[in-house]
């Protein structure tokens, strides 16, 4: 167990609609990391955290937003969804600043766009 | 543009050998490099850092190697076992971690 819990499990919804996605980090970790992983493309980075401010930003679509909250759980937000959206979004947690670690991973949550 | 290449094909390999995967990447002056597995629907576990000023590091079955110059890394598990099979990713992040970018991931076989 990573430590890091997103919910929910399993998504599935229709093209136009909206989710919300959640992660809780692990207990300390004030960084979270979220990316998107499709069967044909590995980790694509889509944002980071830290301690509430965005501070990094990868391949992230406009249709797509994030945002850390005060108790350090963040939440990615998928709007208009399309087909082509459907994949394992990963959150992640560390500490940079802090003597350096990895990344710990929760479990996914798999977003279905039928 | 960043490129982190690793080995699309998939390596097998006879339990009790040595596996070696290879991470080479362009464009990039990493602080430090991870190595992670992957099994297939799960998230990434974190396996071990190295820092760019480190020429190697070991835990327990495993080593992994960093060459700047070179812009490789080499990540070793030694006496092999079919549980070490899955997807193994290697990741750079820049000082300050502030954006941590992955490799395609190599799959590993382990036969008995």
């Known amino acids: 167990d990573s430590g890091v819990t997103q919910t929910p499990k399993h998504l599935i919804t229709a093209t136009g609609q909206r989710v919300t996605l959640r992660c809780s980090p692990r207990s300390g970790d004030l960084s979270v990391y979220w990316y998107q992983q499709s069967l044909d493309q590995g980790l694509q980075f889509l944002i980071q955290?830290?301690?509430?401010?965005?501070?990094a930003k990868g391949n992230i679509l406009e249709r797509f937003s994030a945002q850390q909250f005060p108790d350090l759980h963040s939440e990615l937000n998928l709007s208009s969804l399309e087909l082509g959206d459907s994949a394992l979004y990963f959150c992640a947690s560390g500490s940079p600043g802090q003597a350096p670690g990895g990344l710990y991973f929760g479990a996914g949550t798999r977003l279905s766009v039928l | 543009s960043q490129k982190i290449e690793q080995n699309s094909e998939a390596l097998n390999i006879q339990e009790g050998k040595t596996a070696t995967l290879t991470c080479n990447y362009t464009n990039y002056s990493p602080a430090y490099l991870q190595w992670y597995r992957q099994d297939p629907g799960r998230g990434p576990v974190f396996l071990l850092l190295?820092?760019?000023?480190?020429k190697e590091k070991r835990k327990e079955r495993l080593k992994v190697t960093f060459d700047t110059t070179l812009k490789q890394s080499l990540f070793h598990i030694t006496a092999s076992q079919p549980a070490d099979s899955a997807t193994y990713l290697c990741a750079l992040a820049s000082g300050g971690y502030q954006k941590v970018t992955f490799g395609t991931g190599t799959k590993l076989q382990v036969i008995p």
């Open positions: 955290y830290y301690n509430g401010e965005e501070r």
């Open positions: 190295i820092r760019e000023n480190e």
